[in-house]
């Protein structure tokens, strides 16, 4: 079932000669539960394409439809919830808030959407990610791979559409790097969700099971992994 459709996406700065094209006519699909990971070198346009996708920034023209919405036909209210009901975001530098522990930390999406959290959905990711021990710890108390982990866990509390992984592993040693695509992978197994990564790595984007690849802001290769 399709989640996601992006149809003729530009983005572009500047005007005339000092036009750049960032985002140039993006079109591909992604259906429900797929684990797709972007790559491209530095400037290609992938990190643009992913704030786009999560309404972060807007487009010069064309598209995104989640679950058959167009997201830019919202206006700013409505643009505000489907960022923080329909999208869960994973930055490379984790954006925790540093006077809050774990379990606040992970709440917050939750409580800023006037919700109350689901105690037992929060006590199995905390158990999945294995932060049992580290529940009220403050992130400046946890390695960069258990700040991470936090993370993995806020953007997983609103059982959002799609998951956007900002290099997620950009700023871990090598060890923590694969725990955490396996947790991405565990994610995307047990609850079914659906996740695009940016990554310039070619070897995290083989986790994935499709592999779209931008070069100056043209998806020039779009692939099934085996």
Known sequence: MEILRVEHLCKTYGS??????????????????????????????????LHILGGVDKPTSGHVYVNENDVFSYNENNLAIFRRR????IYQFYNLIPILNVKENMELPILLDNKKPDELYLKELIETLGLESRVNHLPNELSGGQQQRVS?????????ALLLADEPTGNLDSKSSKEIMELLKISNKKYEQT?????HDQNLAMHANRIITIDDGKIIK???VK
């Open 86 to 89: 329909q999208v869960g975001l």
């Open 152 to 160: 993995i866990g806020r953007a997983l509390m609103n059982h959002p």
């Open 16 to 49: 005339k000669d000092t036009l750049v094209k960032a985002l140039d006519d993006i079109n591909f699909k992604v259906d429900k539960g797929e684990f797709v990971a972007i790559v491209g070198a530095s400037g290609s346009g992938k990190s643009t394409l």
């Open 195 to 199: 996740i695009i990564m940016i990554t």
């Open 222 to 224: 779009d692939e099934k």
